[in-house]
């Protein structure tokens, strides 16, 4: 089997030019972003088969942003999943996952690939579909379908690699009240309760990695045991399998597979720093994707916002790539509207991530512009600095033209100050451009 000369392996002799290119739109120095890549504390997910805008994830790079789309058994609308996908570029994501698992899989598959983007599937979704139910798929349709996938030019996996017999026993010992919430975890589970087998892809490993290995894909190590409330927060499963991903991060490190760690599911907010740091470490610092984290189970249709407080709150720890939560979260198929929102609220999250990673964040060039602008009252170049500025224009045209916001109007503290210091703007404030 051919196995090509891999990102990390190149990034240990010198700076790819994929490297280089990445360290320029992070603003990073590019020996050390190769360093980085070569220790396996960034990735550049990129599978060679196809060429597309890539993004660089981990230490010292900004916060990334990644957008669920993808058809159901029960509503599979090819060209809205299309629009969703679109929508969610437009609006900020860095990267695509397709998680379908209705209709034509691979044509679905075929049309998130064709956009310029980073796309991730889930190999897994694919298999429980083409064997009828889980306790039907062996290890010989699982690893066919990923490398279908790997061959197809799908950039990183999310493998499940850490839901192994060990972490079953856990889950039985300290047993939790919703179980397993992860779809691929539970479709584990199934294989491993029904055809009394080990996971296969923890048992065959290191096949796996010879097979990410050989099209230079990066694992993204999934958390199938993940706790899906904050009542089994606590719960032993999700730690056992921490320890597990720990390993297998190690060992596609040694292959030379770039890694990515997935977590940690729904927790108290107070859990979230040490839930991430622990993950860290014991990874050797991989770079952390994860959805949410969840920080209460009360506010549905509003779990975008949730997931955004979790998500900011995680980054600050070290987390490194947000999943989108969108307000249907736990209720429906997300909806375009839904993808826009939960775009724009994860960006915003990951925009907060970046003000407390980054060296002297929150005095970046932008965050100090927008104070002057609204020390000048100059709304059109507050609208320029707006992350989504349309949306921002639109609140403040609601009343019509003003000087200052119609909620404050004449009594606008702003204004009153700077008369009062003598630092009133030349043109006493700009009104809104029409």
């Known amino acids: 089997m051919f196995l090509m000369d891999l990102l990390v392996r190149r990034s240990s002799r010198g700076v790819p030019e994929e490297v280089a290119a990445a360290a320029r739109i992070e603003g990073m120095d590019p020996a050390r972003m190769a360093r980085l890549v070569a220790a396996g504390r960034i990735v550049i997910p990129a599978n060679p088969n196809r060429r597309h805008r890539q993004c660089a994830i981990g230490e010292g790079c900004t916060v ?94 999310t493998l499940h690699c850490g839901v192994n017999r060990q972490a079953l026993a856990a889950l039985r010992s300290d047993p939790r009240l919703m179980g397993v919430v992860s779809r691929g975890g539970s479709f584990h589970c199934a294989m491993m ?68 760690i997935e977590g940690p599911g729904h927790m108290p907010l107070d859990q979230v720093g040490y839930n991430v740091r622990m993950i860290k470490e014991i990874t050797d ?48 198929l997300p909806d375009v509207a839904d993808i826009i929102e939960g775009t724009r609220v994860a960006k915003i999250a990951a925009h907060v991530g970046d003000t407390v990673r980054k060296h002297e964040g929150w005095r970046m060039d932008r965050e100090v512009q927008m104070a002057e602008a609204r020390h000048e009252l100059d709304w059109d170049e507050q609208f320029r600095l707006s992350l989504y500025g349309d949306h921002a224009r639109k609140i403040h045209e609601r009343d019509g033209e003003t000087e200052t916001c119609s909620m404050c109007g004449d009594l606008c503290a702003v204004k009153m100050v700077n008369e009062l210091f003598g630092t009133a703007p030349k043109g006493k404030g700009k009104k809104t451009g029409k």
Do not use: W
Request: one cysteine or more; charged letters at 20%.
């Open 193 to 260: 309760m029904q055809r009394d087998e080990e996971n296969p892809l923890y048992a065959e490993y290191d096949y796996l990695l010879e097979i990410l290995a050989e099209y230079d894909v990066t694992v993204s190590l999934g958390d199938g045991m993940r706790p899906g409330c904050l009542q089994d927060a606590e719960k032993l499963a999700k730690s056992v399998e921490y320890i597990t991903l720990g390993t297998l991060a190690k060992q596609a490190h040694v292959k030379g597979v770039q890694r990515m």
């Open 64 to 157: 990334k942003i990644n957008i669920n789309v993808g058809t159901s058994g029960s509503r599979c609308d090819i060209a809205m999943e299309e629009l969703k996908a679109q929508a969610a570029l437009d609006n900020g994501a860095d990267a695509i996952m397709d998680l379908s698992t209705g209709g034509d899989l691979v044509a679905i598959r075929k049309k998130m690939l064709a956009l310029d983007t980073t796309v991730g599937t889930v190999p897994v979704y694919e298999a429980v579909r083409r064997a009828g139910n889980a306790a039907d798929v062996d290890g010989d349709l699982l690893f066919r379908v990923i490398r279908e996938h790997c061959q197809q030019g799908v950039d990183f996996l």
């Open 285 to 332: 610092h991989a770079p952390l994707y994860l959805l949410g984290p969840l920080v209460t189970d009360i506010a549905p249709g509003y779990d975008h916002v949730v997931a955004a407080i979790g998500g900011a709150t995680a980054c600050l720890n070290g987390a490194d790539f947000l999943c989108m939560v969108s307000p249907s979260e736990h209720l429906a």
